[in-house]
């Protein structure tokens, strides 16, 4: 996992979050309003629940934040997604390549 890109480290992290029993569901919300996502309960289980039309970093970041709550002492942490765990963020210097800005004459 040396270069992930947005899309698998939000798939990373969803199986990482699988290992402490807690459940990601990435679906549209309908109101705008209604925020981004974050950790709630459902039926007495943890599930993070991720709104769809975010960008997968901010969707990364949703989640990273949720993980952060849990006890990961037991838990073998890729080293690129224990930011994410530790602190609810992690390192998207590789995951976000800037273009260089176009000359105008």
Same mark, same amino acid.
């Given at each position: 996992?040396?270069?992930?890109?947005?899309? +698998?480290?939000?798939?990373?992290?969803?199986?990482?979050?699988?290992?402490? /029993? *807690? +459940?990601?569901?990435?679906? $549209?919300?309908?109101?705008?309003?209604?925020?981004?996502?974050?950790?709630?309960?459902?039926? /007495?289980? $943890?599930?993070?629940?991720?709104?769809?039309?975010?960008?997968?970093? +901010?969707?990364?970041?949703?989640? /990273? +934040?949720?993980?952060?709550?849990?006890?990961?002492?037991? *838990?073998?942490?890729?080293?690129?997604?224990?930011?994410?765990?530790?602190? /609810?963020?992690?390192?998207?210097?590789?995951?976000?390549?800037?273009?260089?800005?176009?000359?105008?004459?």
């Amino acid at each position: 996992m040396s270069d992930v890109g947005p899309h +698998e480290t939000v798939r990373a992290l969803s199986e990482l979050a699988q290992k402490v /029993g *807690v +459940e990601v569901r990435i679906e $549209p919300f309908e109101l705008k309003i209604a925020g981004k996502g974050g950790l709630c309960r459902v039926d /007495g289980r $943890p599930v993070i629940v991720v709104d769809a039309n975010l960008g997968p970093l +901010e969707q990364a970041g949703v989640i /990273g +934040e949720a993980l952060r709550h849990f006890d990961w002492t037991d *838990v073998d942490v890729p080293p690129e997604l224990a930011g994410y765990v530790r602190k /609810g963020r992690g390192r998207a210097g590789r995951v976000v390549r800037l273009k260089p800005l176009k000359r105008v004459k």
